[in-house]
Structure formats: structure tokens, C-alpha cells
């Protein structure tokens, strides 16, 4: 797989990820659609970039799209999303691609690709079913509190942190890294 594909109008809708911005209504304006897909998602073409509107964000078809909003829902409702060409990358369901990310403030998990800019090369690669089933493990970690049972620790919430951490930066599965505070 080729990680120096220039995106476009012709090819960004082919095995790619990418995270779209949620946008206003009004950013449309004056911008003819170029395409509805046979799902009944709109494409808006811009030489920097694309607008999709859509009800269905995620998968779509080969590719793994995901809208960055404020709204907590985000399907079934029809949202505007925009990402510029250079926001789409390769996407390969057999390749370690993708990386996690908490916001420890909102405790929000969510994935990314290597290719991001922000990438920082500690956080582990993964395929994106193995990256779904850490997501998983550290929502568990995050908002339940049952895993932490028979464990030896003064702070949970620090435990937290050092678990969450080291669920992204190694290979080891949550049960491994429990064994560490027995």
C-alpha cells in the first residue's frame, strides 16, 4: 500500500480514513453538489477539500470515516462534515494503521492514523479491529469501576492513567497489566 497517494474527487471515497470537521449549514453556500452516493450521502467539491453531508458516519463502504463534533449523535441525524484532501489516508483492514488517543478530560477514546501529523510514534499501531478492542478494554478501564477488584493501589483514578497508558503504548492486553498491581 502506497502512503504518498494524493487525494482528490476521484479517489478519496477508496479505501481511505479521514476525520471530517463538522461544519454549518451556511459553509455550502454557493457550492454546487458533485455527487450523491447510492446510500443518499451529498459531496461537495472544492479543490482543497470535500464536504460529505450525511446521516451515517463510520464505516462507509471500504473506508472509515468519522465526524469530529460536539453532538453526541452523530447517526440517524444529517450532519455536515468537511475534510481537505490532505486529511484522508490509506486505510487497510490488515495493516497496523491506527493508533489511540484519550482526552483525558471528557475521558473520549478514539483512533487515529499513523500518517496524522500528531502522530508521536510511542503509541502502538494496531489493525483496526485490534485498535476496536483496546478501545474496549480502555472504556472499561475509564468507566467501570468492577476491573479494578483484588487490585493493590492508593488513587484509582491515577491507576487509571497508568493503565490507559500502558494499554496504548504496549502490546499487552488488559489482563497482563492488571498482574502488575496484584
Not at 111 to 124: G, M, R
Amino acid at each position: 500500500m502506497q502512503d504518498n497517494i494524493t487525494y482528490n474527487r476521484f479517489n478519496f471515497h477508496n479505501h481511505t480514513f479521514c476525520v471530517f470537521q463538522e461544519v454549518d449549514p451556511s459553509s455550502l453556500k454557493g457550492i454546487s453538489k458533485g455527487y450523491t452516493s447510492k446510500s443518499g450521502s451529498t459531496y461537495y467539491f472544492t479543490a482543497e477539500g470535500v464536504y460529505r453531508v450525511s446521516n451515517h458516519w463510520g464505516r462507509a463502504a471500504n473506508c472509515r470515516w468519522r465526524l469530529q463534533t460536539t453532538n453526541e449523535q452523530v447517526n440517524q441525524v444529517e450532519r455536515i462534515g468537511y475534510a481537505k484532501w490532505t486529511d484522508f489516508y490509506p486505510n487497510n483492514e490488515n495493516q497496523n494503521l491506527f493508533y489511540i488517543e484519550v482526552d483525558w478530560k471528557t475521558n473520549d477514546v478514539t483512533f487515529q492514523h499513523k500518517n496524522n501529523p500528531s502522530y508521536d510514534s510511542i503509541a502502538v499501531l494496531r489493525t483496526a479491529s485490534a485498535t476496536a478492542k483496546v478501545i474496549q478494554q480502555i472504556k472499561e478501564v475509564l468507566l467501570e469501576d468492577n476491573w479494578a477488584k483484588y487490585l493493590k493501589f492508593e488513587d484509582l483514578n491515577e491507576l487509571r492513567k497508568i493503565i490507559v497508558d500502558k494499554l496504548i503504548t504496549t502490546n499487552n492486553s488488559l489482563v497482563v497489566i492488571k498482574r502488575e498491581f496484584i
